[in-house]
């Protein structure tokens, strides 16, 4: 049998739903500032609030909320492709980032977590896996602990 930790649901389906929501939204507020950053000596990005600016409404709006859509979507696909999905079993630890999967099968002497990073030694004192991770502690605690894998609360020591 096998844990597998990943983030909520409710996190994975609202990342879909929520940040092209919040990137239309926020196309609202770039289109409602266009003409005062159009009247800035310097701005990045300038000539795009220009040709907001000059659009004719209804499309003014609807081009800020469109490309605050798609913005949003994009981002939410940035974050569904660096999210990392740890699948821990007796015999193996699977970590799958986006289109790449790691089997490790090795012996391992410690699992932690190093700030934002996940990370596996070997017995022999190599560390074969260190990944960026935002998943839980108490959870990956948990799932590595149950298959028998020493689970350390803070980094060893450097001998």
Do not use: N
Request: glycine share 10%; with cysteine.
């Amino acid at each position: 049998m096998e844990t597998t930790v990943d983030e909520p649901p409710w996190l994975r389906t609202g990342s879909w739903i929520g940040c092209p929501l919040v990137g239309g939204a926020l196309g609202v507020g770039v289109w409602a500032i266009a003409a005062w950053v159009t009247d800035l000596p310097a701005f990045p990005f300038q000539g795009v609030f220009k040709v907001l600016t000059k659009l004719p409404q209804p499309w003014a709006t609807l081009a800020a909320v469109a490309g605050g859509l798609v913005l949003g979507f994009v981002f939410a696909v940035i974050w569904a492709h660096d999210r990392l999905v740890v699948t821990v079993a007796p015999d193996r630890v699977t970590l799958v980032r986006g289109e790449k999967t790691r089997r490790i099968e090795a012996e391992l002497d410690a699992v932690y977590l190093d700030g934002k990073e996940l990370v596996l030694h070997t017995a022999d004192g190599r560390e074969i896996a260190r990944e960026k991770t935002d998943l839980g502690g108490p959870e990956l605690a948990r799932a590595f602990a149950e298959h028998g894998y020493p689970w350390r609360d803070e980094p060893p020591v450097e001998r």
